[in-house]
């Protein structure tokens, strides 16, 4: 006759072991093995703070391929602050790289931003290295960047007020 409990679905298996208390090995207090475990108490620590970096940072991280390329673009930028490579490099790869859509408005926020700053810069340089030839390459260049962002202003009114004033109902 079986037992009216053999009928019952088998018990939850036990929690696995915890890990040890390292501190009962009987070899812990040898100094050798402090050494040891102290080497791999800090890559342990450093290797956690890493997983948590690649895993749960703005992007994730998941692969060395991926690593090496993030690696890489921000030695990119590191050597472009620091005068080692032109940021024209930077714009280039991107040119190459991403959606012409992304790669036009990357442009467009770019001259916005260099606009103003090249007006000011040519009216206060005093470089003698700026000949009056590339002072008129950059006046022509802020000329076009200011029509660049004039299309853009344009571009973003409601239909609206593009049309009116110019007796268009």
Request: aromatic share 8%.
């Amino acid at each position: 006759m079986k037992n009216e409990e053999s009928n019952k679905p088998d018990a939850a298996p036990a929690p696995a072991a915890t890990v040890s208390d390292d501190t009962k090995l009987p070899y812990f207090n040898d100094p050798r093995f402090q050494v040891i475990y102290e080497e791999w108490r800090v890559y342990s620590d450093f290797f956690s703070c890493l997983t948590q970096v690649l895993c749960e940072g703005r992007y994730s991280i998941k692969d060395l391929p991926t690593l090496k390329a993030v690696h890489d673009d921000a030695f990119t930028l590191y050597d472009i602050a620091s005068g080692k490579k032109a940021a024209s490099e930077l714009f280039a790869t991107l040119e190459r790289n991403i959606a012409p859509q992304i790669f036009s408005a990357i442009v467009i926020d770019l001259a916005n931003f260099v606009g103003p700053r090249l007006e000011k810069f040519l009216r206060e340089t005093t470089d003698p290295a700026l000949d009056d030839g590339a002072k008129l390459r950059a006046m022509d260049l802020l000329e076009s960047l200011r029509n660049l962002a004039t299309a853009q202003r344009a571009a973003e009114l409601p239909c609206e007020q593009k049309n009116s004033g110019k007796g268009v109902n």
